[in-house]
């Protein structure tokens, strides 16, 4: 088949489930244009790992000439004048950005229910969540809409929403993925990663995005090679089972996928031990005080005047406060308070300084594991996904649906959720968690569990 055939089917599938789903925000209108070029290109015996494949990308991540909102009214109308690096990579492979997904806005909350236009919904059941902040991007992909896609993880957005979708999910190590031209949410934590329906599919991907990058001064110096290290065998991996995580009110479905994982596992010569993480208790506390202070910093850029929603008043504070209360959503001002709270003075110490010691502590925690094990094992999520409307009244219970993923952004590790099972009919995914730089190795035991 050609590119053009493929991106075409892709097409028409979105065009049938769209309606039902929502799960992008815009269809490229220069979708099948680029897969005639692409076509050109393999005609001049271009070497194209990704040729004619359509990609999906979340809506933080910048497309020139094609609409970038982060699900906020704030950037509703933002044309990027330039295109992402995980962008250009993309189009260098051949790939075929062919829309940009729906999520929470900015890239806050955990069902893509704050998107601000409208909610995403789940493939397997349409009356649940997909799970986010990444839900479009997960449900486009488990509606066989697109074969890959990419989101962004500060604190679970890729993992969490695979899981609760059926797909995997992958957050790299802090640095492996370039985050030139992605809007930022919370810097230290923010990551871009990869989606797909196989490992195989994934480590292509993630191949393909990795790497240097000379515009992001975090980028890090590393040779990408999840596809190689598909043929390596699991045989002598140690993956340590924390205890905490596991330990705290798990729903049966998880459970039963965490067992089965093991078992599986351990037929092809894995090796289990359990570990302890003391300070992981620490982990959602600190992950919500350092993310909303890096929100508050990040999202001062938005002011009304240099781009963005622009709400004129009769002199620039006026401008400044009625764009931001027109442009930001409940949720986005909910941590922008926050996060000017725990940094003001007076309190700077007592929370702020306070989270950034139990990062610390979190980290040091995770080293110790790693003198135990090669690989961690954790649920990605409590619970399976839960229903619209569900968490969107308490903000806190919204909050807890991270308690799995936010520490591994704390430490900067690599993670990837794996479907494991079901309950019910709904699927449920297990994250292991590797050493910082061995992210290859996660793809090891995931193939092997495939
Ligand atoms: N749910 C978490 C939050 O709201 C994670 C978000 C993310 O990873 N972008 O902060």
Sequence with gaps: VSPQEVVSASLQRIAQLEPRLHALIRLNPQ???EAALVEQRLARGEHLPLAGVP?????????????TTCGSRMLADFVPPYSATVVEKLRQAGAVVVAKANMDEFAMGSSTEYSAFGPTRNPWDTERVPGGTSGGSAAAVAAGMVPLALGTD????????????????????????????????ASSLDQVGTMARTVQDLALLSDVVSGYDPMDSTSLEIQAQFAAALQASSRGLTIGLVKEALAVGNSPGVLEALERFRSVMEAQGVRFVEVSLPSLEYALA?????????????LARYDGTLYGLRVPGEDSTTTMMQSREHGF??????????GTFVLSSGYYEAYYGKALRARARIKADFDRAFSQADLLLTPTSPFPAFRLGEKTTDPLSMYLADIDTVAVNLAGLP????????????????QLIGKALHDEQIFVAANAFE
């Design 31 to 33: 979708a099948e244009q």
């Design 329 to 338: 959503g409940p949720e986005v001002q909910r941590r922008i308070l926050m």
């Design 154 to 185: 500060t604190g679970g957005s890729v993992r969490q929403p695979a899981a609760l979708c059926g797909v995997y999910g992958f957050k790299p190590t802090y640095g492996r993925i370039s985050r030139y031209g992605v809007v930022a949410t």
């Design 286 to 298: 600190a992950y919500y005080i350092v993310n909303t202070a890096e929100i508050s910093s990040n």
């Design 415 to 430: 993670a990837m959720s794996i479907p494991a099972g079901f309950e019910g009919h709904l699927p449920v995914g297990v």
């Design 55 to 67: 990609v999906v990308l979340k809506d933080n991540i910048c497309t020139q000439d094609l609409a």
